[in-house]
T-cell receptor, first 111, second 114 residues
């Protein structure tokens, strides 16, 4: 059965800190892994990772995938209060038509 | 602006009542999805549709029904058979249902039981 596990469940940091969020997965036939940021409402798409070892970067956020060890990390440097959100990791099923989500990591950044 | 519109934002249901949540997109996407999110948990797939007039059950379809008569619209009905309907419901769409196309989400509908 496909599975996604995120850690930690929650995290509290201060502005300026660097954080690393973890996502491990089990899937029969890997297609891609996605990261989303959810503030109050709609999850917004951050990254899609398909190849191992290639870092995707957008401003202070970056993510990398390790297909051998079946995990991905999301790094946020110089955190700001606006980074406070739930971060969701997901991967596609074998047929590529359904996403399986992890339980999310709730990040709180204090001023 | 292109996007996904869900309505209403908040909905209250009496016991034994069916309710319908609306989802409309003007992104010209073929695939649409419905997810349920419970407090402190990730998203779970209820139903998805890869194309007009076709839809498939997700992981937790019991007590729900959908239709896909138009490309732009994918309404979800929460029936009285759904015994624990209180949750946050999210609609999503993607260009096609494929493992290389990210899904984009609406702002959600929060359903509560009276």
């Amino acid at each position: 059965e496909d599975k996604v596990v995120q850690s930690p469940l929650s995290l509290v940091v201060h502005e300026g800190d660097t954080v690393t969020l973890n996502c491990s997965y089990e899937v029969t036939n890997f297609r891609s892994l996605l990261w989303y940021k959810q503030e109050k409402k709609a999850p917004t798409f951050l990254f899609m990772l398909t190849s191992s070892g290639i870092e995707k970067k957008s401003g202070r956020l970056s993510s990398i995938l390790d297909k051998k060890e079946l995990f991905s990390i999301l790094n946020i440097t110089a955190t700001q209060t606006g980074d406070s959100a739930i971060y969701l990791c997901a991967h596609f099923n074998n047929a590529g038509n359904m996403l399986t989500f992890g339980g999310g990591t709730r990040l709180m950044v204090k001023p | 602006d292109g996007g996904i519109t869900q309505s209403p934002k908040y909905l209250f249901r009496k016991e034994g009542q069916n309710v319908t949540l609306s989802c409309e997109q003007n992104l010209n996407h073929d695939a649409m999805y419905w997810y349920r999110q419970d407090p402190g948990q990730g998203l779970r797939l209820i139903y998805y549709s890869q194309i007009v007039n076709d839809f498939q059950k997700g992981d937790i379809a019991e007590g729900y029904s959908v239709s896909r008569e138009k490309k732009e619209s994918f309404p979800l009905t929460v029936t009285s058979a759904q015994k624990n309907p209180t949750a946050f419901y999210l609609c999503a769409s993607s260009i096609v249902a494929a493992g290389n196309q990210p899904q984009h989400f609406g702002d959600g509908t929060r359903l509560s039981i009276l």
